[in-house]
């Protein structure tokens, strides 16, 4: 079996606009002990759902994760760089907040999984592409997309972990020990996906390709690491959780039979195909145990879970435009076209 190995420290990116150069141009420094300096960023006229902010965002929340080689990692907790992470944060939340829209208060959770679990019988989207008529070269730009998350699944979401209790905690956790291998490095799920890359003849590391994706994929992820770190968003990221679980089984099976149709490598089918058996029995567990028992136990969080559920569908919707228009095109969905 190929074991891809994901390189530990990641490399930083380039800047790609006035707020990822500001990030980065502190993260080349030292990060000061004592002196507290507050940079305002040029927020005001920013795009929410662009490439720059996203960049620096994502930049911003790395250090909470493998953080990147050469960069000092005391500046996780250093003030001056959460004071920046909060700026673009809040441009992003209210975005998305508004995008999402009102929350009714007879909406709830329940119905609202019950609604994702109904598959469009004329569903549109990259898996559908896929499967139908797309080419491998499409396939391989969809990993590429995809690694940014892949390649860290199950730890965006795992920073819930201490701010759940009772049944939901337990099967929170049962869900992310399969997510994480059963015990079993090699059948961790970040290393099943850079055994995918490596045998699509893609670069495996981790964030290998954070130079490449645009903003819609760097959105993706920043959503799920903004629900992590923030207690207060803690039902968001069990909703945000829920959908992918929910939503799995179905997009995985198309991305199978993509795969086989391009009669592509064993370790490309694979991830897919694991994910069609184990999230159909996470589909139920998340359900059940972690929402119903987490809606019971504080039913004001139910629209929270609501609210991660629509704000990962709106997302996710943008990333799958993005691609799909792109293809439309006949040009690459990347900002580096691969090689
Ligand atoms: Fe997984
Ligand atoms: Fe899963």
């Known amino acids: ?20 150069s500001t990030v980065l ?46 960069v000092d990692p005391r500046w996780e907790w250093n003030p001056e760089l959460l004071a920046l992470r909060s700026q673009l944060e809040d441009v992003f939340l209210e975005a998305v907040r508004l995008d999402v829209g009102e929350i009714a208060a007879d909406e709830h959770a329940e119905a609202e999984m019950d609604a994702l679990c109904v ?18 070269e499409q396939m391989r730009e969809y990993f590429a997309h995809r690694s940014l998350y892949h390649l860290k699944e199950g730890d965006p979401h795992a920073w819930v972990i201490p701010r759940l209790t009772g049944q939901a905690k337990a099967s929170f956790v049962a869900i992310e020990f399969d997510e994480y291998g059963g015990g079993h490095g090699d059948r961790v799920h970040q290393q099943l996906f850079a055994d995918l890359m490596d045998a699509a003849g893609l670069d495996a590391s981790y964030l290998g390709y954070l130079d490449a994706v645009p903003a819609e994929s760097l959105a993706v992820v920043n959503l799920m690491s903004m629900f992590g770190l923030h207690r207060e968003l803690r039902a968001a990221a069990i909703g945000h959780f829920a959908a992918t679980e929910i939503t799995s089984p179905p997009g995985s099976r198309r991305l199978v039979e993509a795969l086989q149709r391009m009669d592509a490598p064993d370790a490309c089918v694979h991830f897919y195909a694991e994910h069609v058996e184990a999230d159909a029995v996470h589909e139920q567990v998340v359900r059940v145990d972690v929402v119903a028992d987490l809606v019971a136990a504080e039913p004001h969080l139910d629209r929270d879970v609501v609210f991660g559920i629509r704000a990962r569908d709106l997302v996710e919707d943008r990333l799958a435009a993005h691609m799909m228009g792109c293809w439309a095109d006949g040009r690459s969905s990347l900002r580096r076209p691969l090689s």
Not at 43 to 50: K, L, R
Not at 119 to 136: F, K, M, N
């Open 25 to 70: 141009d502190l993260l080349a420094c030292r990060p000061p002990q004592r002196a507290f300096s507050l940079v305002a960023l040029p927020v005001a006229e920013v795009d929410p759902y662009g490439l720059d902010l996203h960049l620096a965002l994502y930049i911003c929340y790395e250090m909470h994760y493998r953080g990147f080689a050469g």
């Open 1 to 20: 079996m190929t074991l891809a190995s994901p390189k530990l420290e990641p490399a930083l990116p380039s800047a790609t606009g006035p707020l990822s």
């Open 119 to 136: 598959e469009p019988v004329d569903g549109t989207g990259p898996s559908y592409y896929l499967r139908d008529e797309g080419t491998w």
